[in-house]
């Protein structure tokens, strides 16, 4: 009945629990699979896993259990004959569950005779919840705050939680109608307390790689050019192409950010962390693939005035401003604000060049931290200035990056990334080696094989 | 074809959109030149009338001027829009490496500073030339009326020229490091070569050299349109269709060489 093997994946969650599988749920199977685990002894370890036995099987009879298969595939109780049938297999075969869901929904030729109309309803009915299981999934799939929403409150002891009950409801009431696109979203959009876009990727990138090319002195003078040229006119033509060095800042990087989610970026140093900052932010452009950058990406790498320092703190403010927001209407209050948290007072009409380093920081800190972005992509080292201005920039930073609807923070302090992130990149030498949820990117990260491969060396 | 037009016009959207904050810090920089003189801005135009003066009365003599009051209107108005040239050139090849910081870690596209740099030479243009023009009235009143019907096109060349030419020597700068240090001896060289001190027939057989200067080009017309109300439409609208097309091309260049340039500063 069911050929294609994430089809019969999300046939054995709908038998065994209901609800559509959760995508590390399905990628896992998969992953066994082609580790030649038949869909047979899939269908029996998942038989045997908690949130079966707990909610579906424990302490129950077998015609309690048939009839939860009957209903969560079905839509109905097993029939007369059915049951009849079943219980002999399990008292004369000794059949287990997974060997009735086995043959109810992968054996072509039914066993026991129900009538045809029956059958197709019930055919049309599973083909329906399969069709919206697999919708489900690719949808949820394309964001991990999305996968976040869909997961049991605890796994051990299992708690299934209000997602998976809500999930499973709705999976109850489908019947003969196929369940459309939108009313996947809907169902998805129910999940959360807060609105979440499931339409709107912020960033998509495919197949990105960047190459950052490393000029040799020779190759950056014209005369040195025109001299070697000129003295190497009697011999042969020297291939200088071997001059050029490239560094593979990044390699092969496909990724999709939802709008809303808060992405921490972890790697070693030079694993190509503030090279995807800068490539989001379109300072830097790939050199093979692409990239559509769907929000407006402010970053905040280094702390760098818009204006000579030769000016004032003033002309810093009012430049950076105007470069934002066009006019300099409402600039009164901006600078008013700007001179009170960062403390310099009159200090603001005097040259950058005269300032102390940690009055530059807290002049920058505060400009750039003045209004809310949409999307921030922000390195470690922006850091906050000099001690007496830290804590309250610590906060100041805390508000600004919980503003901001989409978040990528590049970082090596495990504590910043899990108060601000929901999503973990590892990076490693360039290429992606690591994503989905903060905590798995972050034991990712402190595995052995990652130091060894990327620390230790 | 497509992909060339939407270029151009996110370059032209981004600069409309941002040209108050270009204007601004070009303005800032102007002020902050002269923010410890009491004269402030006036400085550039006395420097120039200094030169004038100084030059004027030395090459005039050296020469055997009969008409004082036509060479110093002459040398006047040519070492001003020369000086502005000059000086948009020589300050081109560290456009970008002063910017270098933000240039590798903001996302404000390259031909901010551009025009940011400009507009400072406009700037600084009209500041000299304001004061330059206002005493050699005294000297031909007929200037004022020339300026106004005459010099519009010659100007609009001379204003589009400030924009593209000093980014291709940027660009050239910024892959080849030692073109910094060659750019003043050429300013030089052509400077000297260019009827600007002297009149172009000073030059006698060897005046074909001013139809390859292509500064004196742009210079000469200006010239002409002030002291003489004359405008060779003809050579001015040819001037005017190249400065676009190099204009269009020099965009481009800048466009294509932005994925490339934080690497390189």
């Known amino acids: 009945m069911i050929n294609n093997d994430s089809k019969k994946l999300q046939t054995l969650y709908i038998a065994y629990f209901g609800r559509p ?27 045997r896993q908690e949130e079966y036995m707990k909610f579906f099987a424990q302490d129950k009879s077998l015609e309690y259990k048939i009839n939860k298969l009957y209903l969560n595939l079905f839509n109905r109780k097993v029939d007369f004959d059915g049951l009849n049938y079943w219980v002999e297999m399990v008292d004369n075969k000794d059949y287990t569950i997974s060997d009735i869901v086995f043959e109810l929904v992968f054996t072509k030729n039914k066993t026991y005779s ?12 599973l083909n329906n919840k399969i069709h919206a299981a697999e919708l489900f999934t690719k949808q949820i799939s394309q964001s991990i705050t999305l996968i976040n929403l869909y997961k049991p409150d605890s796994i051990s002891p299992w708690i299934s939680g209000d997602s998976f009950i809500k999930v499973a409801q709705f999976f109850c009431n489908i019947d003969h109608e196929k369940s459309s696109i939108d009313m996947v979203k809907d169902l998805i959009c129910s999940l959360s307390d807060s609105p979440i876009n499931l339409n709107e990727p912020a960033i998509e990138i495919n197949d990105i790689s960047l190459s950052i090319p490393i000029y ?8 040195k050019r025109l001299a070697n040229k000129a003295i190497n006119i009697t011999g042969g033509a020297l291939d200088q192409s071997n001059n050029r060095t490239n560094i593979i800042a990044l390699n092969n990087i496909n990724l999709t950010i ?35 950058v769907l929000v407006d990406v402010y970053p905040m790498l280094q702390k760098t005035f818009l204006t000579s320092s030769e000016l004032s703190g003033l002309d810093a403010c009012k430049a950076h401003y105007l470069l934002n927001n066009h006019s300099l209407s409402g600039f009164e209050s901006f600078v008013d604000e700007i001179i009170e948290f960062s403390g310099l007072g009159s200090y ?18 505060s400009i750039l931290t003045s209004s809310p972005h949409d999307c921030l992509a922000i390195d470690e080292g922006f850091g906050t200035g ?23 923070l590049a970082s090596h302090s495990e504590e910043l990334l899990k108060q601000f992130c929901n999503r973990g990149v590892v990076f490693s030498h360039g290429s992606i080696a690591y994503d989905g949820p903060l905590d798995a990117a972050l034991n990712y990260y402190h595995t052995h094989d990652y130091y060894r491969k990327n620390v230790i060396g | 074809m497509i992909i060339i037009e939407k270029m151009l016009l996110d370059n032209f959207k981004f600069a409309f959109k941002t040209r108050k904050a270009w204007w601004y810090t070009a303005t800032s920089r102007s002020r902050a030149r002269f923010a ?27 020469f055997s001027v009969q008409d004082f009051r036509s060479y110093f209107i002459y040398l006047g108005i040519g070492l001003v829009i020369w000086n502005t040239i000059s000086s948009s050139i020589s300050n081109s090849p560290n456009l970008f490496s002063h910017n270098s910081s933000n240039i590798k870690n903001m996302n404000v596209k390259p031909i901010f500073y551009t025009l940011e740099e400009w507009s400072f030479q406009l700037q600084t243009f009209f500041q000299s030339f304001i004061l330059v023009f206002f005493l050699l009235l005294f000297l031909q009143f007929s200037l004022i009326s020339n300026l106004l019907f005459y010099s519009w096109i010659p100007f609009l060349n001379l204003f589009i020229f400030m924009y593209w030419f000093p980014i291709i020597v940027c660009l050239i700068s910024v892959r080849f490091t030692d073109i910094a240090q060659l750019v003043p001896i050429v300013l030089q060289l052509v400077f000297l070569t260019s009827p600007i001190l002297y009149k172009k027939e000073s030059l006698g057989s060897l005046e074909w050299i001013t139809n390859l200067n292509f500064i004196y080009q ?3 017309p200006i010239r002409l349109s002030i002291i003489d109300g004359s405008v060779n439409y003809l050579t001015s609208i040819f001037i005017l269709f190249i400065n676009l097309i190099a204009l269009f091309f020099t965009i481009r260049l800048l466009n294509s060489e932005s994925k490339i340039l934080p690497f390189l500063l």
Not at chain 1, 216 to 223: A, D, G, K, M, V
Not at chain 2, 36 to 62: A, E, K, Q
Request: proline share 3%; net charge negative.
């Open chain 2, 36 to 62: 410890r003189t009491t004269l402030g801005s006036f400085w550039l135009g006395f420097s120039n009338l200094l030169s004038i003066g100084t030059l004027g009365i030395v090459y005039g003599t050296v």
């Open chain 1, 216 to 223: 040799q002195s020779e190759q950056r003078s014209l005369t």
């Open chain 1, 348 to 365: 603001i009409s005097l040259p950058i060049k005269t300032y102390s380093e940690g009055m530059s920081a807290r002049l920058i800190f």
């Open chain 2, 218 to 220: 742009i210079l000469d």
């Open chain 1, 114 to 125: 129900i009538p045809l109309e029956q059958e197709q309803k019930d055919i049309q009915i």
């Open chain 1, 386 to 408: 000099d001690a007496d201005f830290c804590d309250r920039a610590e906060e100041r930073m805390k508000q600004f990056m919980e503003s901001a609807a989409t978040l990528f």
């Open chain 1, 21 to 47: 599988g959760d995508p590390s749920g399905i990628n896992y199977w998969l992953s066994r699979q082609k580790e030649l685990l038949s869909i047979r002894e899939i269908s029996d370890e998942l038989s």
């Open chain 1, 258 to 292: 939802m709008k809303g989610e808060r992405v921490g970026l972890i790697g070693h140093n030079g694993s190509g962390k503030s090279s995807f900052l800068r490539l989001i932010s379109g300072i830097y452009l790939p050199t093979n693939g692409n990239i559509k």
